[in-house]
């Protein structure tokens, strides 16, 4: 009966000794450590004979059915005899409750699927097993975690960023001069953050070089396959220098192309208005009133909210 009984309860490194039930339904569950790994010593990992004491622990575990299972775990602590080990003691622990753990590992699971399968709420969850917030959150963490992959490297590729002394750049630089961050993709071999730097004479073209914000500049811009700039003529013309990013391609980034088209929106709103109105727009006119929904991307807007505009 025992061993058809631990059988049923199913959690390996585990033995029941003894089944009860509450008034309420809840049912004790009693089990001793079944796994003679449990006795090795963590510090030294010899297996050790002499037992110091026993404890007893209450891991939280799946309910059983629609009843909530308390489990008693009588467990051993040893002492670890070995001369050379720092551990004077230790408690005897399973694959499924590890050291310092106050769940069991399929509990930790369970919860962890209700929140990022299920779609519930982390509080939910949390309230339904009986456990802490934090506890959730980290069985919820530990299961995308174990989901997710580490997504496929990219091609390598860089972007300008204006910094102190270049076009859009706030700080103080000189008026003929400046950086731009060229920025290698995480994981490719570009991954260093690297500059180019521009100066440009009254009259000649500009002229750019490596500076030294890494230990070495890179090998050459081979590396490089895309570039990514705002619209500054001044960006353009440093990144098309022979012999300083060959073969990469030059595009322009997602956020100043949508600027650019918004305010462009914007400019014509405005310059019909005064042709047809010979005033500025208002809350009477309709293209003042509804001048955010022209700007508003169209995946952030309802069907409705499409529609009416």
């Not at 300083?244 to 914007?266: K, R, S």
Request: net charge positive; aromatic share 6%; proline share 6%.
């Amino acid at each position: 009966m025992v061993e058809s009984t631990t059988l049923l309860f199913g959690l390996p490194g585990l033995r029941v000794t003894n089944v009860s039930r509450k008034p309420d339904g809840t049912r004790i569950v009693d089990v001793v450590t079944d796994d003679e790994r449990a006795s090795a010593c963590p510090g030294c990992g010899v297996f050790s004979t002499s037992t110091k004491e026993r404890v007893i622990t209450f891991p939280k575990d799946i309910p059983y059915g629609s009843d909530r299972i308390i489990v008693h775990w009588s467990k051993t602590r040893w002492r670890c005899r070995e001369e050379y080990c720092t551990r004077g003691s230790f408690t005897e622990v399973i694959e499924q409750i590890p050291r310092r753990a106050r769940t069991t590992g399929r509990l930790r699971t369970q919860i962890g699927a209700a929140i990022g399968d299920a779609a519930r709420s982390v509080a939910e969850v949390a309230a339904t097993h009986s456990v802490s917030w934090p506890t959730a959150h980290r069985a919820f963490i530990a299961r995308a975690e174990a989901l997710l992959i580490e997504p496929a490297p990219v091609r390598s590729s860089a972007s300008t960023k204006p910094d102190a002394g270049s076009p859009g750049g706030s700080g103080a630089g000189t008026p003929e001069g400046g950086c731009g961050s060229t920025r290698g993709t995480p994981g490719s071999s570009t991954s260093a953050v690297t500059k180019v730097c521009w100066a440009r004479g009254k009259d000649g073209p500009p002229r750019q070089s490596w500076n030294g914000c890494v230990s070495a500049p890179p090998s050459s811009g081979r590396e490089f396959e895309y570039v990514a700039i705002d619209p500054a003529a001044v960006y353009a013309a440093a990144i098309r220098t022979e012999g300083l990013l060959p073969g990469a391609t030059l595009v322009v980034d997602h956020f100043h192309l949508v600027t650019l088209a918004n305010d462009t929106v914007t400019k014509v709103r405005r310059r019909v208005t005064w042709e047809l109105k010979d005033r500025r727009g208002g809350t009477i006119d309709p293209e003042w009133a509804n001048r955010r929904r022209l700007i508003t991307a169209r995946e952030h807007r309802s069907n409705k909210n499409f529609a009416r505009m």
